[in-house]
């Protein structure tokens, strides 16, 4: 047999076997219909009244991101130079990482973190100093085909010439990656384990090695590192009955000197993203019930350990950012029935806790309008940048998702440009990180 | 128009389509991710999830070719990347459910077919995948290009190559007579 009979032989096997499981069409016709757990024993969705449109809660995997600024006094921009960092948006798209100057909307080349052909980037983050941006991935070809959980490893990149250093492998399936104020240290969340055990690996830097594996809660998420450096935050969502009911959630607290987890703080359902006010004082954490799809910010007072009554937002809430004069929060989130779906950005005033209503940035396809998660802003507070997806056809049928970065003019709520960023590899995150403002790094 | 109001439209409504469709293309789309994700409990979740979005698009789609198209391009970006992880963290939580469903059937080949399959393994993502649709679903280079997300050249580019690297492994003395 030549090659072309032998996968014809192989792979028709797989056809010729194919079967599905008798309920699985019900399983997909009772999610039509409303949140349910993914073994649920079958509704049939015509016997439910059709104006309950359903609402896919879905799994956030918020991406954080720490941005770091300066003072007033600090508040000039470098000159941009050609490989410079600053004014740049680093995205992870399709498999790869691609820079994007934020004021042309120009996408540089694709940049692959790892030559190995399954390694797949899951989030960015990048040093307070604007020289490196790190990239988490799940490597997939050692385990591809058993659908196991995936080694992970740290992709670091240099900024200003788009290097890519030697992978440093962390725990599975890593998530999210932020680096101290210093940055001197690196911190990765991953799943370890079978059951989901959560971990935080901390990075030295200057070796490229893993200085500590830090036990934390199941299911991590968000980690972000407090401005004087001294704390780690990192929410936990697990999920007691099914991908999409996220139970009592919590945020572990980590000291950075001794790596122990100090606290942990339970902050409602489903936490996801984590953001810190500049003075250190408050976290904010965007936590979603699975049930009603209901969003709310929990507000952690660092020093205590308190956690203020949760504010309502929206529905299924993303990531969460807060302002370099620590003023206002943003919060984006995505409320989809059963066609098409709205992004909005919420603005919470720190200082009374009001919070705005939803301003529509983006009419969103389903079920993607949190998946990209993380919102941004631009080191001089004129910019929120958030992720988009939308289905474009061409003859050949539809092309998509397409991923699109909207950037948000803050003062007027309104969208003044549209990056795309080509079509996604998955209606998985787009998950985005933003320079700092300055090249050099500042020191407390 | 409202959602799957077929008397202002004429037109099929979403779950019409959607049972139309998972008639035509559920086992298909099982036996497919199948090949990519090694085993039928992920692949039929991941089938689940790309039906799902389908129904969801169905209001831009309108019409059951354009969806196939949709559902194949959709179960291949989930069994690609991104959603794996988020099945992982199921997986943590409703392993007890899933046993009962007996889900763990695995396809069985002959030793010269898991030849075949491992060598697929070791290609490049895209390569894998214009192999794996061409020979497991006999789709047409077009079909290919809008299921990857590539262009018909790169279909070409990258089948080439896949197969070029599939011969060189399975059957390097074929490949030494021809270089000859």
Excluded at chain 1, 333 to 340: E, K, L
Aim: charged share 20%; aromatic share 4%.
């Amino acid at each position: 047999m030549n090659i072309n009979e032998r996968l014809r032989d192989a792979l028709g096997e797989y056809r010729d076997q194919a079967r599905v499981s008798p309920d699985l069409f019900d399983r997909i016709e009772a999610r039509t219909q409303r949140p349910v757990l993914l073994r649920r024993p079958a509704v049939s969705f015509r016997t439910l009244v059709p104006a309950a449109a359903a609402l896919l809660v879905i799994v956030t995997i918020a991406v954080t991101l720490v941005i770091r600024t300066g003072g007033p006094d600090e508040a000039q921009v470098s000159s941009g130079a050609a490989g410079g960092c600053a004014g740049n948006l680093y995205a992870i798209n399709d498999g790869t990482v691609s820079r994007i100057d934020a004021a042309t909307g120009a996408v540089s080349a694709p940049i692959s973190v790892d030559t190995d052909p399954g390694t797949s980037p899951q989030a960015v983050a990048i040093a307070p100093d604007g020289k490196h941006a790190y990239v988490t991935s799940i490597l997939r070809s050692a385990t591809d085909l058993e659908g196991n959980v995936g080694d992970g490893t740290v992709s670091v990149i240099a900024t200003a010439t788009g290097k890519v250093s030697a992978p440093i492998p962390v725990g599975k399936e890593p998530g999210t990656v932020a680096i101290a104020p210093d940055g001197k240290h690196a911190y990765v969340t991953s799943l370890d384990g079978t059951s989901g055990e959560g971990t935080v690996s901390a990075i030295t830097t200057a070796t490229g090695k893993v200085s500590a594996r830090i036990p934390v809660a199941d299911a991590p998420g968000a980690v972000v590192i407090t401005p004087d450096g001294k704390h780690a935050y990192v929410s936990s969502a697990p999920r007691a009955v099914g991908p999409n009911i996220p139970t009592a959630g919590t945020v572990s607290v980590i000291t950075t000197a001794t790596g122990k987890v100090s606290a942990r703080i339970p902050v409602g359902k489903g936490p996801g993203d984590v953001a810190i006010t500049p003075d250190g004082e408050l976290a904010y954490v965007t936590t979603f019930d699975g049930t009603s799809g209901e969003g709310a910010v929990s507000v952690i007072t660092t020093a205590t350990g308190k956690v203020s009554p949760l504010k309502a937002v929206g529905k299924h809430l993303g990531g969460v950012v807060i302002t370099p004069d620590g003023e206002h929060a943003y919060v984006a989130s995505g409320d989809y029935g059963v066609g098409d779906a709205e992004a909005t950005v919420s603005v919470i005033t720190t200082a009374t806790g009001e919070v705005s209503a939803p301003i529509t940035v983006g009419s969103v396809f389903a079920p993607v309008a949190v998946r990209g998660g993380s919102v941004l802003i631009s080191p001089d507070s004129e910019h929120a940048y958030l992720i988009s997806f939308d289905i474009l056809f061409d003859d050949s049928g539809p092309v998509g998702p397409v991923a699109t970065v909207l950037v948000i003019d803050t003062a007027s709520s309104a969208v003044s440009a549209r990056i795309p960023l080509g079509r996604t590899g998955d209606f998985a995150p787009v998950p985005l990180a933003i320079c700092p403002a300055r090249s050099a790094p500042r020191r407390p | 128009v409202g959602w799957g109001d077929e008397r202002l439209t004429g037109e099929v409504s979403a779950d019409v389509a959607l049972a139309g469709l998972y008639r035509s293309h559920g086992a298909w789309l099982v036996g497919l991710l199948e090949v990519f994700v090694g085993n039928r409990a992920t692949a039929e979740d991941l089938a689940q999830e790309a039906f799902l979005r389908t129904y969801r698009a169905w209001p831009r789609l309108r019409d059951q070719d354009r969806a196939a198209g949709y559902l194949r391009s959709t179960a291949l970006n989930l069994a690609r990347s991104g959603f794996r992880r988020r099945l992982v963290e199921m997986r943590h939580a409703s392993s007890p459910a899933r046993d009962e469903l007996g889900a763990d059937v695995q396809v069985v080949l002959r030793e010269e077919q898991r030849e075949v399959i491992a060598a697929l393994r070791t290609l490049p993502a895209r390569q894998r995948e214009c192999v794996v649709l061409r020979f497991y679903g006999e789709l047409s280079e077009t079909e290919i290009a809008s299921a990857v997300g590539i262009s018909v050249n790169s279909v070409k580019t990258h089948m080439r190559r896949g197969l070029a690297a599939l011969e060189a492994r399975l059957e390097p003395e074929a490949r030494l007579q021809e270089d000859r």
